[in-house]
């Protein structure tokens, strides 16, 4: 079994948000990848980005920049 880290998942929506999300993390070399909502938290789409906590700072800044809007941020151990 793999240990739990603390990690700031991001939620959307709508799956075209998570996906844009995607797009603009990969232009312009965010960390991060695309994965399935944790069952802890509930949004309006399947998917979510998942983050370090060191990370988030930098990557909420590149969202406010492209204009994409989380339905929620949240810090689990995942």
Known sequence: MRKKEKKIVITFSTTT???RMEKSCKQEKMP???IPIP???TAGCGLSWCIYPEE???VLAMMERAQLNPEGVYELEI
Do not use: D, M
């Open 17 to 19: 948000e998570a996906i």
């Open 32 to 34: 991060g990848r695309l």
């Open 39 to 41: 069952t802890a938290i």
């Open 56 to 58: 988030k700072e930098c």
